[in-house]
């Protein structure tokens, strides 16, 4: 694993920039004591304890936490309503009129929704679905682009306790037919389409060939784009979200007090089977963490505008767009399109239109905005920016400076923060008034978090060296189980390491304790931050009638951080064809979605092995990175494989 990463790793040993906390951020920091790590450490119950009374609790948890390896339930006994607490307990006091969502659509269009037309708008939508039958308990499938109704969905769901199923919008219908199919939703919410770089996105189209064959009794179909997007109806089955919220009454629904550990939501990820994970989340534990890491790592404040740029179709707009700045009584600016449209400052003009303070985004992002050039921000007043926020992925030293240059005039301190759609909220990051960051390392634990990097047997890797991230404690915002999958559960996070939480990264500590993460060390590759396993790809490749066997990997990318490499060998009597490319990649888009078409499709008459039969990934990257072989159009030649394997094992032996 070590080898896999070299590269990366060198340039990370070399960084020697720190870079310490401002005085006067200090001084108004949230969290500015630098004891939390120390009283957390003493007694992690009590600190999340005393994060847990910053939410409103319908009735009182009897005990913080009841831990039965590898299971945990926090709170329990606690009565808790998430929209309560993102919404309703905002609109009693002064936030009443305070924005709560600053949206820009892309062709820009904009909505502001103060708290109280949020509740509203929630409110209704909660009578809407409970007439349309939905029940504590059930769960309902949201294939929606970045409007403001899709977290008006997600809220009013969860205000009447049921749970939501997000399907990121450039996922294809295969894939959202298999995330319907597994939750057993009934009724799924989706719009006409999107905007993307001016195109629309087909999401009715998608969903309508999604639910055949399923249990989808209703959907709800948002107008977004209108005439453009071409959208048919379904008599009887398809409802229109604005006609029928029209009629509904804007008189209060209760909140349902929910147990603790109620099912808030299922958020689909890959892992290293074809098969995607339910990842499950519970009410209380998850939305202490949600809101915890809002007040210390992103130091909200009250007049704050934060800008988190991810879609809420992966966890990170789950928590840091909807759950966690909102709970925390936040503004949020939402944008629905791409960053280069209509042109490349997009951004830096959202930023200076509202006068963003907080802002989140990913590595791949700023690659991106380095790629294009410092003049587009420049351009721009960024005066207002105070923090900066990265996740995703490994940030390069180079894109950390960058940004802290360009973005931050070297005057807002960057978090990077390492987290997991299975951690629900950030583990590793800086305490932004206390903690001296390095460019490239993610930091520390966060207090109330407790991180070791073990070796192959589990053991702990002494200062300086690296292996396999884990995690030792129970944390609030855990993931609870796989959906219907308790079994894969166990095996996948905790059989590895008994008594730990296999993160599925590496990691190196360096002396002072600092984290740098190294990207994963499971088939699961990380293109642009998104998680994509290489079994998905191939499951989908071997289904083209013109494919015998396929291996899938992620090599280096300068600007998505990886990128996907596909090699084929075809079935007997298949002519190679610049065409079969093209059909190729285009079937994996149609089976998964635009997030996973190859970058390239390598043809081989066959492929790679170790004598035990496992395709020899390595050298497979090392082709693809152009390392191995020259000219790689000649791996149609099965000799060429064969010496390949010889002159590789000669070199290194494929490992686990
Ligand atoms: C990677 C996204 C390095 C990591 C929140 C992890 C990171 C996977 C960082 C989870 C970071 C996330 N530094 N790597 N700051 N943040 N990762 O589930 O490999 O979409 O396991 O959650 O992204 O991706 P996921």
Not at 230 to 238: L, Q, S, T
Not at 304 to 311: M, N, R
Not at 322 to 336: F, H, K, Q, R
Not at 634 to 646: G, I, Q
Request: net charge negative; charged share 25%.
């Amino acid at each position: 694993m070590a080898q896999e990463t070299t590269g990366q790793f060198d340039s990370l040993l070399e960084e020697g920039r720190r870079f310490a906390p401002d005085p006067g951020f200090r001084a108004r920091a949230n969290f500015n004591d630098e004891g939390v790590y120390a009283r957390a450490a003493a007694d992690p119950e009590g600190y999340w304890a005393e994060q847990a009374q910053e939410l409103s609790w319908f009735e009182p948890f009897q005990t913080v936490l009841k831990w039965d390896p590898p299971h945990a339930e926090w709170f329990v006994e606690g009565k808790i309503n998430a929209a309560y607490n993102a919404v309703d307990r905002h609109r009693k006091g002064p936030r009443r009129n305070k924005a709560a969502i600053i949206w820009e659509g892309e062709p820009g269009d904009q909505r502001v929704l103060t708290y109280d037309m949020l509740g509203r708008e929630v409110d209704k939508a909660a009578h809407m679905l409970r007439e349309l039958g939905v029940k504590k308990g059930d769960r309902v499938t949201l294939y929606l682009p970045m409007i403001p109704e899709l977290p008006i969905a997600m809220l009013a769901l969860a205000k009447i306790g049921a749970a939501h199923s997000v399907v990121f919008g450039g996922f294809s219908a295969k894939a959202l037919h298999e995330r319907i199919l597994d939750a057993g939703s009934t009724l799924v919410i989706t719009a006409d389409g999107g905007w993307r770089r001016g195109q629309v996105v087909p999401l009715k189209a998608n969903t309508d060939q999604a639910v055949e064959g399923t249990q989808v009794r209703h959907v709800l179909v948002v107008r977004r784009v209108g005439e453009a997007a071409g959208a048919r109806m379904v008599p009887g089955r398809d409802i229109d979200w604005q006609d029928m919220m029209a009629a509904m009454p804007t008189t209060p629904v209760p909140a349902e007090p929910m147990d603790s550990e109620a099912l808030l939501f299922i958020l689909y990820t890959s892992g290293t089977t074809g098969k995607p994970k339910g990842i499950v989340h519970t009410t209380g534990g998850y939305l202490v963490g949600a809101n915890t890491s809002l007040r210390s790592v992103f130091d909200l404040k009250e007049d704050d505008v934060y800008w988190c740029t991810a879609d809420i179709g992966w966890i990170t707009g789950h928590t840091y767009v909807v759950y966690g700045p909102l709970t925390a009584g936040g503004t949020i600016v939402m944008y629905e399109g791409a960053p280069d449209f209509p042109d490349r400052d997009r951004f830096w003009s959202i930023v200076e239109r509202y006068g963003v303070t907080i802002l989140y985004t990913a590595p791949t992002s700023i690659r991106t905005f380095m790629k294009w050039g410092p003049h587009y921000p420049a351009a721009h007043n960024l005066d207002s920016l105070r923090l900066l926020g990265t996740v995703g992925e490994p940030i390069n030293p180079e894109a950390w400076m960058w940004y802290r240059t360009h973005i931050g005039h070297d005057r807002c301190p960057i978090v990077d923060t390492w987290w997991q759609t299975e951690t629900g909220a950030a583990m590793i990051a800086p305490l932004p008034g206390l903690t001296v960051t390095k460019p490239g390392s993610a930091t520390r634990p966060l207090p109330g978090v407790f991180a070791e990097v073990v070796d192959e047997e589990g053991k702990p890797v002494p200062p300086g060296g690296a292996g396999y991230l884990t995690l030792t404690r129970p944390w609030p915002s855990m993931l609870r189980t796989i959906w219907g999958d308790d079994d894969r559960y166990r095996r996948t996070y905790w059989e590895r390491f008994p008594g730990r939480y296999m993160a599925g990264d590496g990691a190196h500590v360096d002396e002072e304790g600092y984290y740098w993460i190294l990207g994963r060390v499971d088939d699961v590759i990380n293109v642009s931050g998104h998680r994509i396993g290489t079994m998905e790809i191939e499951s989908a490749l071997v289904d083209h009638p013109a494919v015998a066997e396929s291996a899938v990997i992620g090599r280096a990318h300068e600007v998505k951080g990886q990128a996907i490499s596909a090699f084929v060998t075809l079935k007997e009597g298949v002519p190679i064809e610049e065409e079969l490319v093209v059909q190729l990649k285009q079937h994996v888009v149609d089976k998964i979605g635009a997030l996973a078409r190859p970058e390239e499709i390598f043809f081989t008459v066959e492929l790679p092995k170790t004598r035990s039969g496992k395709i020899m990934r390595r050298l497979l990257r090392d082709i693809a990175e152009g390392r191995a072989l020259g000219d790689t159009t000649t791996l149609a030649d099965p000799a060429v494989v064969e010496e390949l394997k010889r002159r590789y094992e000669e070199r290194y032996e494929e490992r686990e």
